[in-house]
């Protein structure tokens, strides 16, 4: 049974950072395509970054292009979500998710595995 834990949110002035983390237990990152997305009040979850399970190939939705850097430690068996010039608009519950298949996706549904949530509010 894969678990997934994430870390790392809380309150930041925008403009700030915040790295967050997703623990994976139960079986190697690297066996998976990982993916961050994020849920905001009265909205559906919508897709934020991905990296693939071989080479680590990165993908990411147009409005976090060169704000926010997903990466992945093999050794540590986490994943991380460097998001740098937050705004308030990215204020929302961040979730971290594994898929089994390959293929490139960005659709919710189609992730296996999720972490509980962990909350990030941006002030203005």
């Known amino acids: 049974q894969v678990q997934l834990v994430e870390s790392g949110g809380g309150l930041v002035q925008a403009g700030g950072s915040l790295r967050l983390s997703c623990a994976v237990s139960?079986?190697?990152?690297?066996?998976?395509?990982m993916g961050w997305f994020r849920q905001a009040p009265g909205k559906e979850r919508e897709f934020v970054a991905r990296?693939?399970?071989?080479?680590?190939?990165?993908y990411y939705a147009d409005s976090e292009k060169g704000r926010f850097t997903i990466s992945r430690d093999v050794a540590k068996n986490t994943v991380y979500l460097q998001m740098n010039s937050l705004k308030p608009e990215d204020t929302a519950v961040y979730y971290c998710?594994?898929?089994?298949?390959?293929?490139?996706?960005?659709?919710?549904?189609?992730?296996?595995?999720w972490g509980q949530g962990t909350q990030v509010t941006v002030s203005l």
């Open positions: 998710a594994a898929r089994i298949s390959v293929g490139l996706t960005t659709t919710p549904k189609t992730y296996d595995y």
């Open positions: 139960g079986r190697a990152v690297s066996n998976y395509a």
């Open positions: 990296i693939s399970h071989v080479g680590g190939t990165t």
